[in-house]
């Protein structure tokens, strides 16, 4: 039974190779490189953890380092109010500028972003008393 299914796959491979013969194509390749061309390419593999974090690194442009001594940049929050108000004056200053050539589209899309940013900003007050929600600022 073995010499029998030993034949069999003699057989298969000579008629597969036959097949492959008659294919219309230019660059022909043997039954065996057929079957063999997957065979160099890793189809699954475990990564390590420390591999995971220096992937992960790598895509945030960060580096993998040890106990470094830099201090890291800590950026304060802008909070909405402040963001309101920076851009009431962005406005202004664009609208009134002479330095500046501005479209007067350009100051209408400003004023719709300072619209919903204000709007933003009335909704994400907590009235606690009537004289804090009338004071906004």
Do not use: W
């Not at 007067?104 to 940013?117: S, T």
């Amino acid at each position: 039974t073995e010499r029998a299914s030993e034949e069999e796959r003699i057989d298969d491979f000579v008629s597969m190779e036959r097949l492959f013969n008659e294919l219309p194509y230019d660059n022909r390749m043997s039954v065996e490189e057929y079957l063999s061309c997957d065979n160099n390419i890793p189809a699954e593999e475990l990564i390590t953890d420390e591999e995971i974090i220096e992937v992960v690194l790598e895509e945030d442009g960060a580096q993998v380092e040890g106990n470094t001594n830099e201090e890291v940049e800590i950026r304060p929050t802008i909070s909405l109010h402040q963001a309101v108000t920076g851009l009431k004056t962005l406005t202004q200053f664009l609208q009134y500028s002479t330095e500046l050539e501005i479209l007067p589209e350009d100051i209408v899309a400003l004023y719709r972003v300072q619209r919903l940013m204000e709007l933003k900003y009335t909704e994400s007050l907590k009235q606690k008393t009537l004289d804090s929600y009338v004071n906004m600022g």
